[in-house]
């Protein structure tokens, strides 16, 4: 069965630390990749998606995630972390024919002021 | 509306009850999910609907959990007979379309469910 795994529950950083969350799919045939965002007390938002193209993925806030075919993978990056960046992160995953998406278990993100 | 909308935002129920969380989709948007997310566990697929087509009833948990969708809009989640387990966030969202061209899923604030 499809699964996306992020191997992270939580992380912890300083501001203008670097960031990268991980995110890894079962699945090896064509997919769409996504990344969501929920901020403490707000809606599940897009961050940014993937759906053919150039693997390397710009997204709001400075976000970047890219998708590496051959590792089924498509972390999620930014070089600078910000107090706001506070959240939870999930990957999401759907292949290209099929309506479900399946989401990872999240990340919770802690910014230390 | 401006966007997905649901309610109540917050449920207490006892053990045994029914309950009903409804979704208001953004308006002409032809699919429809609902999920559930339980604290660690990420987002549970449920149910999803796509126009006039049979919806996708893969991720209901058991005979308990049912959904409909009247007139392609407003869709209703009813859970039968409530567990403990059954406490958790449930989220809908919308989408202009779905499948091969997918478009972006609009999330709703979701409906805290307690079951006591």
């Known amino acids: 069965a499809q699964s996306v795994s992020q191997h992270n529950h939580h992380v912890i950083l300083s501001e203008a630390a670097s960031l990268e969350l991980g995110c890894n799919y079962s699945?090896?045939?064509?997919?769409?990749l996504f990344w969501y965002v929920q901020y403490p007390g707000q809606h599940l938002q897009l961050l940014l998606k993937?759906?053919?193209?150039?693997?390397l993925v710009k997204g709001i806030k400075g976000f970047e995630a890219e998708f590496i075919k051959s590792k089924f993978s498509f972390n999620l990056r930014k070089p600078s972390v910000q107090w706001s960046d506070t959240a939870e992160y999930f990957c999401?995953?759907?292949?290209?024919?099929?309506?479900?998406?399946?989401f990872g278990s999240g990340t919770r993100l802690s910014i230390r002021p | 509306g401006a966007g997905v909308s649901q309610s109540p935002s917050n449920k207490v129920t006892e053990k045994g009850k029914d309950v009903e969380l409804r979704c208001d989709p953004i308006?002409?948007?032809?699919?429809l999910y609902w999920y559930r997310q339980s604290l660690g566990q990420g987002l549970e697929f449920l149910i999803y609907?796509?126009?006039?087509?049979?919806?996708?009833k893969s991720g209901l948990p058991s005979d308990r959990f049912s959904a409909e969708r009247t007139g392609g809009s407003v869709s209703t989640l009813t859970i039968q007979r409530t567990q403990q387990e059954d406490s958790a966030v449930y989220l809908c969202?919308?989408?202009?379309?779905?499948?091969?061209?997918?478009?972006?899923?609009?999330f709703g604030p979701g409906t805290r469910l307690t079951v006591l």
């Open positions: 699945y090896g045939g064509t997919v769409n």
């Open positions: 308006s002409g948007h032809t699919a």
């Open positions: 993937y759906f053919s193209g150039d693997p």
């Open positions: 999401a995953v759907i292949r290209s024919s099929a309506s479900k998406i399946i």
């Open positions: 609907f796509q126009g006039n087509s049979a919806p996708d």
């Open positions: 969202a919308s989408s202009l379309l779905a499948g091969e061209h997918y478009n972006e899923q609009f």
